[in-house]
Structure formats: C-alpha cells, structure tokens
C-alpha cells in the first residue's frame, strides 16, 4: 500500500528552523515528483515547493523562495523541506504529496497529486 508520512514539525520561534521529512512506504520514489502543501486555518492549500524525480528540477512559492529547500534522497526514499528564517505566517499544516512522473518538470497544483500523506503541523510563535 502506497503511503506517504510527513514528521519533523513542531513549535518554533520566529527565525528558527525546521526541517520537514516526507517518507515514502510500500512504493519506491524514484519515478515520483514530489510537492509540499500547506494550509493554514481559514485559508487556502497552498503550493510551497516541487520537486521532480531526480532532484533536477525544484519550484517555490514566492512566499518561501529564499527560505525553504526542497530535496530528496531517493535512497532513503525520503524527500526533505528545510525551512529557515521561519515566520507566524508559516504557521500551517504541511503535507507531502507524489506523483508518478517522468516530466522535467514538476506541479504545484494539487490537483496533480493523487497520493498524499496525514501531514504535520509547524507553528511558528514567540
């Protein structure tokens, strides 16, 4: 069974760092775009970053660019956001999702992803 699970959140001040982890079971990734979503109360999902199959190609929220780093180790079947200088607006449920592609390129529509994980909550407060 294909399953995604996202760890790594938590509580952390303004300017503080958290690094994401999204682990893949029961498939392996090699062939899979990978993209970060978050959805913070009240407001939309929204498209963080992407990343295709082989760590080529990457793509970032405005929001974000500057500050998260999107990446993968497809030996650990493991894709990684690290995020930096983070901010209260941060503040949001984030989720991995994949999905099988061989493109160059990679989406942050979620529309274009079937297989999402549960998610994991960051909180960004002093």
């Known amino acids: 069974q294909l399953q995604l699970v996202e760890s790594g959140g938590g509580l952390v001040q303004p300017g503080g760092s958290l690094r994401l982890s999204c682990a893949a079971s029961?498939?392996?990734?090699?062939?899979?775009?990978i993209g970060w979503f978050r959805q913070a109360p009240g407001k939309e999902r929204e498209g963080v970053s992407c990343v295709n199959r082989n760590n080529g190609h990457t793509e970032y929220a405005e929001s974000v660019k500057g500050r998260f780093t999107i990446s993968r180790d497809n030996a650990k079947n493991t894709v990684y956001l690290q995020m930096n200088s983070l901010e209260p607006e941060d503040t949001a449920v984030y989720y991995c999702?994949?999905?099988?592609?061989?493109?160059?390129?990679?989406?942050?529509?979620?529309?274009?992803?079937?297989?999402w994980g549960q998610g994991t909550q960051v909180t960004v407060s002093s």
């Open positions: 999702a994949a999905v099988f592609s061989t493109s160059y390129y990679c989406a942050r529509h979620g529309g274009s992803y079937p297989h």
């Open positions: 029961g498939f392996s990734l090699v062939n899979y775009a």
